[in-house]
């Protein structure tokens, strides 16, 4: 081989790699998409548990506040697993709770209740990990749902009534919503809660609920009630189908007043008289 063909030889060999290398990065032509960021898992916040005698054995209630430290994604199919063993250590109680959907950036408070024939002594809370679902809009369009007129009433039974109304701050009507209670002592601890259901939540019409809180994690007087509503679902699609609808606006009522004459914002400059 001459040395001229030789270097004909490497050039055409060197063009051939150059345009072999975007092919072999992009994974088969460019059909693969950015990578997914690393993803932060779910952050267990608060958790409590208590057990109380009942009619047909022992009840235990739980309570707990899990946060998305993702911004741009939803937390989705997650499950808490409940294990309660007596003084022996067997397992005398086990149930696995669906969570709904935490959305981005937000916090999901839940609670749950189960029956155990023998009182357990040591309840666990452990969680499966979430699967991510990117959102389709912005963080800032999940408008959280309005709580008006809360009232927390101490029962004699030492149960407490929660009262309130839940609003819809969407155009499109709320199917389904989850409303959660959690109680807290005057040190700000998680004590115990309870979830109801309301259907049927159209914007302007706020829905009323009302929930009882059985037994509490503690024997302090309750100081404070945190409520929140979300949407029901390990899914996040029915928040952001409300969201796709659009918020309105909260200073979306029309003025009662007539329009000012005259501009009130309206100010003349004044004449330069300099000589």
């Known amino acids: 081989m001459t040395q001229r063909s030789r270097h004909t030889t490497a050039l055409a060999l060197a063009l051939a790699l150059a345009a072999a290398a ?4 992009c ?16 952050v267990i916040k608060e958790q409590t548990s208590s057990v109380t005698q009942g009619t047909g054995g022992y009840v235990v209630t739980w ?51 189960a029956t155990a024939s023998a009182r357990p002594v040591d309840v666990k809370l452990t969680y ?11 963080p ?21 009534l929660v009262t309130g109304a839940v609003g819809n701050p969407y155009q499109k009507a709320a199917t389904s919503l989850v409303v959660t209670a959690l109680l807290r002592d005057k040190d700000g601890r998680l004590v115990g809660g ?21 037994s509490l994690n ?8 945190d409520i929140t509503a979300r949407t029901w679902g390990s899914s996040g699609r029915p928040y952001e189908e409300l969201a796709m609808s659009g918020a309105i606006s909260a200073n979306g009522a029309r003025p009662r007043t007539p329009p000012f004459a005259r501009d009130r914002g309206y100010q003349a400059m004044p004449v330069d008289r300099r000589p």
Not at 22 to 25: A, I, N, S, V
Not at 82 to 98: F, I, L, S, Y
């Open 22 to 25: 975007p092919l072999g990065g």
């Open 27 to 42: 994974g088969g032509g460019g059909e693969q998409g950015p990578k997914r960021p690393q993803l932060k898992p779910l």
């Open 63 to 113: 309570a707990g506040v899990i946060s998305n430290p993702n911004r741009w994604y939803f937390g989705e199919n997650v499950a808490a697993t409940v294990v309660g063993k007596d003084a022996a250590g067997k397992e005398v109680v086990r149930m696995e709770q669906p969570l709904d959907a935490v959305p981005p950036s937000g916090s999901l408070k839940f609670t749950g209740q």
């Open 128 to 138: 499966k990990p979430a699967v991510w679902r990117q959102a389709t809009r912005i």
């Open 140 to 160: 800032s369009a999940y408008v959280p749902f309005p709580i008006s007129s809360p009232n927390t009433e101490k029962l004699g039974n030492g149960s407490h």
């Open 194 to 214: 309870a979830s109801t259901y309301v259907d049927d939540v159209h914007a302007g019409a706020p829905r009323r609920f009302v929930l009882t809180v059985d």
């Open 218 to 225: 503690g024997t302090g007087p309750v100081a404070r009630t």
